[in-house]
């Protein structure tokens, strides 16, 4: 049923150089709606630079970058996220000296349906806008646990709430695809599986694709629909979670210095 669906998202043979460094070669990659899939590979394999790729923070060198069939390449970061692609990142870049309801606030007023003049005049629809704004704000971290945390500066917060605010934000822009880089970077054995649950829920919940870049075999096996195989900016494998780890490519070039760990 899945192969009738169009791609939300494809790379055709996307490389990037950065002087005499190639730091992604000839990259395909395809991601359907709905599917939730793994981006794995050792450090410095090219996985976050796939991530500035798609969100327009680089250019590639040669390739395409298709979203929804329609070409972004040479578009701005805001142009990416509008046209429903939203990450997080592995370094966490919350506005830390907002609230937690104004985090979410910021990333909801990007669909604002109200202009600057409506803004500035302050009328009785701009209100009614502004409280759509929070209800819809206040709806998202009550689902993930978040609200009674709504007055707080986002710097104050756990870790781990960090992290699930962080992807509340992004979620609040609506997108259709969602990458999420290394999410579980920090985290305990317990945090790791409730970040589980939390990916398969987000993804059933919202019907979003999810891209995932994390270095946790269990975490990243655990949920993945399809895992791609990135070593030295070269894809290496790709298939379902079984597939990959059985792969010796793999094994030798990351899997292999997980055994005995």
Do not use: C
Request: hydrophobic content about 45%.
């Amino acid at each position: 049923m899945s192969a009738a669906k169009s791609p939300i998202l494809k790379l055709d043979q996307v490389t990037i150089r950065f002087g005499g460094l190639t730091a992604v070669s000839s990259l395909d990659l395809s991601i359907l709606p709905g599917e939730l899939v793994g981006l794995i590979g050792p450090n410095g394999a090219g996985k976050t630079t796939v991530f500035n790729l798609i969100t327009g923070v680089y250019q590639p060198t040669e390739g395409s970058i298709a979203i929804q069939d329609r070409s972004s390449i040479g578009l701005k970061p805001f142009e990416i996220t509008a046209r429903g692609v939203a990450r997080t990142f592995q370094n966490i870049r919350l506005f830390a000296s907002l609230t937690v309801l104004d985090n979410v606030r910021t990333a909801l007023q990007m669909h604002q349906e109200k202009g600057m003049l409506s803004a500035l005049w302050r009328g009785s629809s701009f209100r009614v806008e502004e409280k759509r704004i929070e209800d819809r704000a206040l709806e998202l971290l009550d689902l993930f646990g978040l609200a009674r945390f709504r007055h707080s500066m986002a710097r104050n917060l756990p870790y781990g709430d960090q992290r699930r605010l962080e992807i509340v934000r992004a979620l609040a822009t609506e997108p259709r695809l969602l990458l999420l880089d290394e999410p579980a970077a920090g985290m305990n054995p317990t945090e790791k599986q409730e970040l589980m649950r939390l990916i398969q829920f987000i993804q059933q919940k919202f019907q979003i694709a999810l891209l995932l870049v994390e270095h946790d075999m269990p975490v990243v096996m655990g949920i993945s629909e399809r895992i791609v195989v990135l070593d030295y900016g070269i894809k290496i494998a790709e298939g379902t979670p079984e597939t990959v780890r059985s792969n010796p490519k793999v094994i030798e070039a990351y899997l292999g210095q997980e055994h005995g760990a």
